[in-house]
């Protein structure tokens, strides 16, 4: 859980806008929550403090050679940066062959970006929400008790997905069953 920043007041009674080492402090909690931290991820977060204030602090930590800056996620305009080992992840998702995985989340988890860096309909993140990705991507999602599906799938799939949604606990990591 983060705070909200608070203002630091001088003995001269100037106010300065944050309290740099609660600025230092989210922005490595969001690093190590995301791995890849940039404007847009950070939409539904609360009580931040301004993207601006965050960029001061990513781009020292990437002038000290602590994580990287550059274009990590396709599709997104502005700077981002990365933990290294984040980095390294990404190469070698993007190498791995499909698997079938189906990873089975509750809409709370951060990692419920449908909607916000993931197209398709948000899902609100509330506890008896759910989310079924296979291979990364989201095939459905359980919302306020109703299965919608995100992606094409056969009639043996969808079963086994409505099934997975209703019946799973979050956080499964599981296969397609071979039909």
Request: charged share 25%; no cysteine; net charge positive.
């Amino acid at each position: 859980l983060l705070r909200p920043p608070r203002a630091v007041v001088d003995y001269d009674s100037e106010t300065k806008p944050f309290d740099m080492e609660a600025v230092e402090y989210i922005a490595v909690i969001l690093l190590q929550r995301y791995g890849v931290v940039f404007r847009k991820v950070l939409e539904r977060e609360t009580n931040l403090p301004p993207w601006r204030e965050l960029l001061y602090v990513y781009r020292r930590m990437e002038a000290r050679g602590e994580i990287r800056g550059g274009r990590f996620v396709q599709g997104f305009s502005g700077e981002q940066f990365a933990l290294p080992e984040a980095v390294a992840g990404l190469r070698d998702i993007r190498k791995r062959e499909k698997d079938g995985t189906l990873l089975n989340i509750s809409a709370v988890d951060p990692l419920n970006l449908v909607g916000i860096i993931i197209p398709g309909r948000r899902v609100p993140a509330q506890v008896n929400n759910r989310i079924l990705y296979g291979d990364g991507v989201p095939l459905a999602a359980v919302i306020a008790g109703e299965v919608e599906l995100f992606a094409e799938l056969s009639d043996s799939q969808r079963a086994q997905v409505r099934q997975l949604l209703v019946r799973k606990a979050p956080g499964q990591v599981l296969q397609f069953q071979a039909s």
